[in-house]
């Protein structure tokens, strides 16, 4: 089974170059950085992580491919990530763009994780139908597919529209877009239809949803997909269970911070887990 990690990167923890650097010398197969724009200051929305205040990193974090394009160009290997980025605010075309040409840069190497947000405020500001969110995620994707797949390339949707269109670069190779959120038929129902993947934040219920993730993409013609428990705070224990449900690849939580505080738990989880 493949392990890879996930650090909430910002301006004031190791420099994801130099962890993905690090992280690729110990053997672990990917690196996933998330993405906010900015978070505002009047917010109703409540943290996702159940706390009563939201932490400051989510503030700060780095342009993911910025951070990943520098972590490109100092690694040969190593499986470079979103986790997650959020389609809904970024205009496809220009992100579409930005994808192929990290792709290009990385060799064939970039994952998309994708989440559908959960801050209304931040998505506000993009001009983002709050309640209509997963359809805007839908069609961003679809459009940014057509737009690496096809050397006349257009779109007419409900929230994308352009005419046959020259863009280039196109990817490497064929860029995975691992959907991420709670198990469900709306979920499920899109990552059988546009997903490569299914991206389960922490792991938790994933062998009582298989069933249900696997009967919607059989119902849409195509094979199972993979998942990817993602934020994971590993044990033997779990990873054991992951593996024997057929879980090919986990994503590991790593502390946000500098170089002291990364480093020795990437060197505990080489030791115990790869």
């Known amino acids: 089974m493949r392990l890879g990690i996930t650090m909430f990167a910002t301006d004031l923890t190791m420099p994801p170059h130099e962890l993905a650097r690090e992280a690729e010398d110990r053997g672990f197969a990917s ?22 205040a939201l932490a400051p990193e989510y503030a700060r974090t780095l342009d993911p491919f910025v951070a990943l394009a520098a972590a490109a160009a100092v690694t040969e ?18 992100t579409a763009k930005a994808v192929a040409t990290l792709d290009r840069i990385a060799g064939g190497r970039v994952a998309l994780g994708v989440g559908y947000g959960w801050n209304a405020e931040e998505g506000a500001d993009h001009g983002v139908p709050w309640k209509r969110r997963r359809e805007v995620v839908r069609e961003h994707v ?30 490497a190779g064929r860029v995975p877009v691992l959907l991420g959120g709670a198990p469900g038929p709306t979920l499920f129902a899109h990552i059988a239809e546009y997903g490569d993947g299914w991206m389960p934040i922490g792991g938790a219920g994933v062998r009582e949803a298989l069933p249900d993730l696997r009967r ?34 986990v994503v590991l939580r790593v502390p946000g911070g500098g170089r002291d505080a990364v480093l020795p738990v990437l060197d505990e989880y080489a030791r115990t887990y790869l």
């Open 216 to 249: 919607a993409c059989a119902e849409a013609g195509r094979d199972m997909v993979p998942v990817v428990p993602f934020g994971t705070v590993p044990s033997v224990e779990k990873l054991g269970h992951y593996a024997s449900i057929g879980v090919e690849e």
């Open 142 to 171: 679809l459009a940014m597919r057509e737009l690496w797949t096809r050397d006349e390339a257009s779109f007419t949707g409900e929230f994308v529209r352009f005419e046959p269109s020259w863009s280039w670069p196109k990817p």
């Open 31 to 52: 690196l996933y950085v998330p993405e906010h724009t900015h978070i505002p200051v009047a917010r109703e929305t409540p943290p996702p992580t159940g706390d009563a």
């Open 77 to 94: 290997r190593i499986t470079l990530g979103t986790g997650v980025m959020l389609p809904a605010q970024r205009e496809p075309i220009v």
